[in-house]
Nanobody, 116 residues
Framework: QLQVEESGGGLVQAGGSLRLSCVAS????????TGWFRQGPGKEREFVAH????????KYADSVKGRFTIARGDAKNTLFLEMSSLKPEDTAVYYC?????????WGQGTRVTVSS
């Protein structure tokens, strides 16, 4: 079974940058598509970014396009989300998701707070 754990969240000023990491254990991400989602205060969980199982295809929410970059690590057990030009509205708990046609795994989340 796959376990995923996020890290890298914290407090940052508007305009700043953060790098989130998601590490897989038990298995690697090689057979899973992976993505980042977030849930802001009082909001529903929403899609942020996706990368295909091969790593060859990425997709972003319009709200983060051009500011966030999703990438896989060379070891195939790490997923990153590079966030720049952060805005207060990016404040949320960020979750890593790994999934294929029959399995879905979520991490516990890492909190990002962007101050104005």
């Amino acid at each position: 079974q796959l376990q995923v754990e996020e890290s890298g969240g914290g407090l940052v000023q508007a305009g700043g940058s953060l790098r989130l990491s998601c590490v897989a254990s038990g298995r690697t991400f090689s057979r899973y598509a992976t993505g980042w989602f977030r849930q802001g205060p009082g909001k529903e969980r929403e899609f942020v970014a996706h990368i295909s199982w091969s790593g060859g295809s990425t997709k972003y929410a319009d709200s983060v396009k051009g500011r966030f970059t999703i990438a896989r690590g060379d070891a195939k057990n790490t997923l990153f989300l590079e966030m720049s030009s952060l805005k207060p509205e990016d404040t949320a708990v960020y979750y890593c998701k790994a999934y294929n046609w029959r399995e879905i795994y979520w991490g516990q989340g890492t909190r990002v707070t962007v101050s104005s």
